[in-house]
């Protein structure tokens, strides 16, 4: 706003500030001017706008007005113009009962609008949007910037020659509204006086209150859904600012004398009130703080303490725990205001709680300490606890939990309390007389003790005590000990009669010479001491002195276990001989030994010995797991073998795992098979040689793919059974067979360096008959059946179901038949029949019969069944009824076993529960031999080969000096 006066008359207008005045000549009479950019109107109805101080006429004159009769002080014509600020229109009004807009160019905006009435002042209302007129009707009529007349804002009992609009007051100060989002009026309030202040103090949805201060110092609450105001207080000021507290109980106001008063809402009671305040607000967190501006502080005040002052510009609108948030002109700003000051001053009072609450709006750690220091010397634990939490000093907790603890138990001695407080916080004297005052004077002894201030400590012996003396003495060796003075600590604690922590302390330092002089000084019944002398003994690695020691106890299991753990087994087989009780305890870890050093036979034997089959079978399925994983399949199938037979003696054993152990035995016998015949299916695909003839490996091929039809154990290949089996095949002339194999690899994961081999053999068998040859065909001996190469079935005749018996070396068909013995007979019986061998008639001269001829010699055989049933009845038993797909198993009786010859029946003995297992030489002249462990079964020209090789048996590993004893 500038200091400028603009004035007309009739010869000139002229501009004056406190300074100077320009003077501007004008050639007619001047009847109205305004401001802006400044206006005049000439009394020929020509208007100028004057940007500057040089006249810039811009508009023509107003047409169409009329004479009126001219009085005192009246134009002669009436013609009132108003620009609009922000658009640089000029609105025009003349008696000629026109309303007309224009350009300060001098175009007209738009038509005249008609008014019906002489407008006699015009204004601008709320920055151009709307404009007020007034003039011979009476009132003032608010029409909007285009001239279309919306309504009448008053009425006068005469014509209306001015009317101006008060800045900004496009309101009415005593009314209140309540509008909906949509802008739909829901409520309004009148009030009595002008509204000074609103504060919303919030509430649930649909029922916010409001606080309301008026001019007449009226405050009043109102609710949203209440038509109703609620009148809180009235004071002879008017109100400048309020606001209610956390819990609206107390009402802050400012005044207009600038001063702060706050109220009791209920009982209507000043409280205090304090001088040069502008605007307050309570803390929304602690209810008795608030804090007020003014005069360029802020000022901050805790319950009825002093206020607390800095600096700060602005006004105060909100207060939030640490955080003030004041309004400086435009701008808001949060300040963050520590709280130690009223803090304090609650500490001073001992209003421990109070300076809690205080303490959670925001303090530092250094005042979060002193609090909990300062309730913890006024007892006020748990005030304390909090405090000590939030600076997480676990040293103090510790210490209020255990006093907390102790009042639970009913002590209630605070001098005592307070004693411990002083002791933790190195107050060592104060804390000593309270233990004294309160009759705790061993306390003091004991913080003197701990503390080494071991010459205050004896102010507070009882009179020649010895038990307190012997206590401060095993004190100073505990001191001793932890200042690096072994030696004395270690005479202290013998003549303090501490020989546990001599025995220690010696043995830590290894003073062997030192632990053999305690222990033979003690007496054998201090049965602790001494044995603490024997571990440090053993762990100083001199078994010698542990043994006396343990003899001088008479713990003899102890002894045990020290031959044991050093391994001196010979001594430790001698106790167990005097004493069975302890055969356990030293033939389970011999076993271990044994297998943790590969003697797993000898291990076996000891955990038979022992009687701990589940850990010998535990040891060797593990080892089996790391043969299998390792590719040693040759070590798997004998470890398998012995788990088997471990199976067998557990089930012999024990009736209730009996179903379970003979399970496991089967499954571990053909494991045990199945990875004897893969060892060399698979030495044969990794190394570049084999001693395996192609017959050999022809038929291990064939028997282990039978016997995989139904699950591949782990580490077998079936693409290396498969190759080897295409391989032998193709060689021998069995190219149906080694087509099949090819088709078969084509449906697996070939490895990259058998994949030419594989698609080259592929392709050449194709060249090939389709058909195998005939000498290679396996022929059963029970029904002299032909069998595919390839069965089915498994390793069974097709036509009878007979199961084939293989030799375990070259894995050719044996001829044997397996037969069972009738219900009955038990194999004690069966044996003795067997061992009779009854005398046979030699009717074999009656079966053929020799013709001879000059050109020919030829040999008629006799092939009635008749005769060879009167000759064998074991080949009667060999008969079955054919088209039959069940196995009908050949069981003899008393008589065919009599009839049998004892070179011609092979025996499997198994121990019990197994049963016996009979089989029956079909061609006595081909010699079988039968390993007398494992019961596998070669021709005795292989088994004798290889046994010359490895000197053991190839499937059981039993060594032939075994089989000699």
Known sequence: MSSFLFSCRIDDPWLIDCRKAWLLSLLKQINANRWESFWSRADDQEESVHGSLEEIPVLPSQPGSRQCSQTAGEDPEEEDLKLDERNDILAVADWGQKLSFYQLSGKQIGKDRVLNFDPCCVSYFTKGEYILLGGSDKQVSLFTKDGVRLGTIGEQSSWVWTCKVKPDSNYVEKRLQCLSFSGVKEREWLMESLIRYIKVIGGPPGREGLLVGLKNGQILKIFVDNVFAIVLLKQSTAVRCLDMSASRNKLAVVDENDTCLVYDIHTKELLFQEPNANSVAWNTQCEDMLCFSGGGYLNIKAS????????????????????????????????????????????????????????????????????????????????????????????????????????????????????????????????????????????ALDMYSDLRMFDYAKDFLASGDPKDTKLLIKKQADWAKNINEPKAAVEMYLSAGEHMKAIEISGDHGWVDMLIEIAR????????????????????????????????????????????????????????????????????????????????????????????????????????????????????????????????????????????????????????????????????????????????????????????????????????????????????????????????????????????????????????????????????????????????????????????????????????????????????????????????????????????????????????????????????????????????????????????????????????????????SLLPDASITMCPSCFQMFHTEDYELLVLQHNCCPFCRRRIDESNQ
């Open 521 to 920: 000084k003690l007496d054998k019944a201090e049965r602790e001491p001494l044995l603490k002398c024997a571990f440090y003994f053993k762990k100083l690695d001199n078994p010698g002195y542990a043994a006396e020691t343990y003899m001088k106890v008479g713990d003899l299991k102890a002894l045990v276990h020290l031959h044991v753990e050093t391994h001196r087994w010979e001594e430790a087989f001698a106790l167990s001989e005097k004493h069975p009780e302890f055969k356990d305890d030293v033939y389970v870890p011999y076993a271990q030994w044994l297998a943790e050093n590969d003697r797993f036979e000898e291990a076996q034997k000891a955990f038979h010995k022992a009687g701990r089959q589940s850990e010998a079978v535990r040891v060797l399925e593990q080892l089996t797991h790391n043969a299998v994983v390792e590719s040693r399949f040759n070590d798997a199938a004998y470890y398998y073998w012995m788990l088997s037979m471990q199976c067998l003696d557990i089930a012999q054993e024990n009736d209730q795992q009996k179903t379970e152990m003979l399970q496991k035995f089967h499954h571990f016998q053909r494991l045990a098979e199945i990875y004897h015949v893969y060892h060399s299916i698979q030495r044969y695909t990794e190394e570049p040689f084999s001693f395996h003839l192609p017959e050999t490996l022809f038929n291990i091929s064939r028997f282990l793919l039978h016997s995989l039809t139904k699950e591949t154990p782990l580490g077998i290949s079936k693409v290396n059974t498969l190759f080897a089996l295409a391989k032998q095949s193709k060689a021998l002339g069995a190219y149906k067979l080694a087509r099949h194999a090819y088709e078969k690899l084509q449906g697996l994961q070939i490895p990259a360096r058998f994949q030419k081999s594989i698609e080259l053999g592929s392709l050449t068998v194709r060249s090939k008959p389709f058909h195998d040859s005939e000498e290679l065909v396996p022929l059963c001996y029970r029904c002299s059946t032909n069998n595919p190469l390839l069965n089915n079935l498994g390793n069974v005749c097709i036509n009878c179901r007979q199961p084939f018996v293989f030799s375990a070396s070259s894995y050719e068909v044996l001829h044997l038949v397996e037969f069972y013995l009738e219900d009955g007979i038990t194999d004690e019986e069966a044996v003795a029949l067997i061992d009779l061998e009854a005398p046979r008639l030699n009717k074999r001269e009656n079966k053929w019969k020799e013709m001879m001829s000059d050109n020919a010699q030829s040999l008629r055989l006799d092939d009635s069944t008749d005769i060879i049933e009167d000759d064998d009845p074991f080949t009667a038993k060999l008969s079955f009824e054919q088209g039959g797909s069940e196995f009908v198993p050949v069981i003899v009786n008393r008589a065919v076993l009599q009839s049998m010859s004892r070179r011609d029946v092979l025996i499997k003995r198994w121990p019990k529960p197994l049963r016996w297992q009979y089989y029956r």
């Open 304 to 443: 009825n303490f002093p206020v607390h002052q800095q600096k700060l510009q602005g006004f105060v609108v909100g207060y939030n725990g640490s955080k003030i948030f004041c309004l400086h002109v435009f701008s808001m700003s949060a300040v963050e205001v520590p709280q130690s000051a009223p803090m304090y001053q609650y500490l001073e009072r001992k209003m421990f709680k109070e300076a809690y609450q205080i303490a959670c709006l925001g303090v530092t750690d250094t005042d979060w300490r002193e609090l909990a220091m300062e309730a913890l010397e006024g007892l006020e634990f748990e005030t304390a606890k909090k405090a000590f939490t939030r600076v997480r000093d676990l040293r103090y907790l510790e210490l209020i939990s255990s006093i907390e603890e102790r009042k639970k138990h009913g002590e209630n001695n605070n001098e005592l309390f307070l004693a411990d407080v002083y002791a933790y916080q190195g107050k060592f004297h104060e804390a000593a007389k309270l233990y004294k005052r309160s009759g705790h004077e061993n306390l």
